[in-house]
Structure formats: structure tokens, C-alpha cells
């Protein structure tokens, strides 16, 4: 690759910038990111330095892309779509069947539009690792076979985020495209041994009780738990759930035989292994083992930030304006963590070192 090789990102949906940041933590240029949450402008731009467009991709023509890559010599195209539809979309026709399947995995077939379109010489897509399976609608076989068509060679598979030095058991489906060669996903980097856990990703924090937010930082918050969820969450142990808790203190839920179905909820994680996998519940312990190893109270937003992989200043809220609790939740849960995005991009680079 040319030292002058002059390279752009560009992030259909994009969030609060969680793979984008990636990019930018390895110096690649991201000049823009497409989603339809106007709430992800402030840290999506603040952080990253690149333009957030508010837009929904079905909205999105090959010409606004185009003229955002400019004159770029690789143009880089990625994004993770997400797999449900939007609330006004999935029923807006009367075969609401049939609507509903577009709607949750139309959004893919948008992403493959446009790479058609544009036909950038890098594509990136990160999803959920069941899409690979999904078979009912062969949306995945559809979008390789865009891929293919257009001349790319192609890479993908799941990954495992602890293997990467992501402080979280997440499994996703990473897939690398390219026109210029082939390409492939960097191999991992971590084993079991040397797993980065709960106590190195949020083990420096100072403690909080529940419902209290830190003086020194406030996004460093914790939801405020009722009297008979602190009683419950006190007998819970790291690891552990709501199988801890006396009788008297389980949900009817609990006591039917599908309650074995939800052993997570309710439970604290362990300090000395990775995180559960992020939500958009996350900072809830109903929700799943979301609680503090232990102090008695579920995890907070920072820490939820911080197990996504997002660095300490990582701005999320502009300076004196007050923070959405539920919006940033949110935010955070369904982010792709930093470090994921980091993979990605070394990815690329080392793929473009072997270009000529």
C-alpha cells in the first residue's frame, strides 16, 4: 500500500459509533455514518470526527455515498444491520407475515444496494451469527451472491469476543469483502489463560450504591433498586442467580419448570471472567446476570461502556444536558464493541499492506 494511498469509511448504521471508533483508534479515516436514530448524532460526531446523517438507509442513494468518498483511492463501505424492524415498519402492509420478514432482515438487502452500487473496493458486515442459518429467506446466500457477482473476494466467520480481548462472551458473525484480492479475518489473540475479565474492565471504578450517581462521573450511574430486589441481589453469588435466593423470594415465573429457561436473570457476574453479553437491558438485573460481582446493584452505564470496550472519554452526553438513562442503555448495548471494531480494521489494514 502507498504511503499516499488515501483511504475513507463510510458506517450505514453507524449508532453511537462503536464501530467507527474502531476505525479511528487505527488511524483510518471515517468522514461519515448513516442511522436513523437522531440521538446517536452527539457522540457519534463528537468522538469520532466525521459527519452523522440522520437517514433511513432504504433513503440512501448510490450518489450521497459516492460523493462522500470523494476522490478516496480504497473506498470502505461496513456496517452491522440491525435484525429488527422498526416499530412503524413491520406492519405496514395488511400480509404483516410477509412484511415481517422484510423488516427484519430488509435492512441487509439495503446494505447489499448499495455496495452494488457504489462498489466499494472494501466491504465490512457484522451481525448476528444466527443470520448464517437463517435459511427461511437465504438473506445471507442473497447478499454473498451480490458480493460475488461484483467481483469480491470474500471472508467470513464467527466471532468469539474474548478470543479478541473483548471483556465479553459475544459471538458474532464478522464477514470481510474485497476487490482487490483476497482478504481475511485477523486470527485471534487471546486464549482462555489470558481472557481480559470483568475485574480488568471495570475493577477501577469507584463504588455506588444503587440508584446513586458518581460526583465524579456521571455516567457512572446505577438504576435504583426497590427494597425486595436489593434483598434478592444480596443473596445472590458471583456466577450465580436467582437459584441463590430463599423461596420466598422467587418470582411465580421461578417456580414453574420454563423458569429453568432464565438461570441468568437476577444473577452477579464474576469478577474474574469475561461479562455476560451486552443488551439494550444491560443496566437492569432482571434482564439477565447484569449485576455487580459485588456491590449490591446492577451494573452501570460506565460500566456497561466499558465492558463494550469504549474508552474512558468516550463522550456520550454533551456537557450539561442531563442523561437519558434508558436512551443511553440503549445506546451502549446495541453499540459494536470498540475493540471488535479494531479487529476489523486491523483486518483491512493488513490486507491493504499485502495490495499492490
Known amino acids: 500500500m502507498k504511503n499516499k494511498t488515501k483511504i475513507k469509511v463510510i458506517d450505514l448504521f453507524c449508532g453511537i459509533g462503536g464501530l467507527s471508533h474502531g476505525f479511528v483508534k487505527e488511524n483510518i479515516d471515517v468522514v461519515a455514518g448513516f442511522d436513523i436514530d437522531e440521538t446517536c448524532k452527539y457522540p457519534y460526531e463528537e468522538n469520532n470526527n466525521a459527519k452523522f446523517i440522520h437517514k433511513d438507509i432504504r433513503q440512501v442513494q448510490k450518489e450521497e455515498i459516492s460523493k462522500l468518498f470523494g476522490k ?17 415498519y413491520a406492519f405496514k402492509s395488511p400480509d404483516k407475515s410477509k412484511d415481517l420478514e422484510e423488516a427484519k432482515w430488509g435492512l441487509l438487502h439495503e446494505f447489499a444496494r448499495l455496495i452494488k452500487d457504489v462498489k466499494p473496493e472494501i466491504v465490512s458486515m457484522e451481525n448476528v451469527p444466527g443470520l448464517a442459518k437463517f435459511e427461511k429467506s437465504h438473506v445471507f446466500k442473497d447478499f454473498m451472491k451480490i458480493l460475488e457477482i461484483n467481483s469480491y473476494y470474500i471472508d467470513y466467520k464467527i466471532i468469539n469476543c474474548p478470543d479478541y480481548g473483548i471483556p465479553q462472551q459475544r459471538k458474532r458473525l464478522v464477514l470481510l469483502a474485497s476487490r482487490l484480492g483476497k482478504i481475511s479475518i485477523m486470527g485471534q489473540t487471546h486464549t482462555p489463560k489470558n481472557y481480559k475479565t470483568v475485574k480488568d474492565a471495570i475493577g477501577f471504578l469507584e463504588p455506588i450504591e444503587s440508584g446513586q450517581i458518581s460526583e465524579n462521573d456521571p455516567i457512572h450511574r446505577a438504576a435504583k433498586l426497590s427494597d425486595l430486589n436489593l434483598t434478592r441481589i444480596r443473596q445472590s453469588k458471583q456466577g450465580g442467580s436467582w437459584k441463590d435466593w430463599d423461596e420466598s423470594l422467587l418470582l411465580e415465573c421461578h417456580k414453574k419448570s420454563s423458569g429453568n429457561s432464565y438461570r441468568s436473570v437476577y444473577g452477579r457476574m464474576r469478577w474474574s471472567e469475561p461479562a455476560p453479553t451486552m443488551t439494550t437491558f444491560c443496566t437492569g438485573i432482571g434482564n439477565g446476570r447484569f449485576g455487580h460481582p459485588d456491590q449490591d446493584r446492577a451494573i452501570s452505564l460506565r460500566e456497561a461502556a466499558l465492558i463494550q470496550t469504549f474508552p474512558i472519554e468516550y463522550k456520550f452526553v454533551k456537557e450539561g444536558e442531563s442523561v437519558n438513562t434508558s436512551n443511553l442503555s440503549t445506546h451502549i448495548g446495541n453499540a459494536v464493541p470498540v475493540d471488535l471494531g479494531k479487529v476489523i480494521a486491523k483486518s483491512i489494514k493488513f490486507h491493504l499492506q499485502s495490495w499492490k
Open 72 to 88: 478516496a483511492d480504497i473506498k470502505i463501505l461496513v456496517g452491522c444491520a440491525p435484525c429488527q424492524p422498526f416499530s412503524t
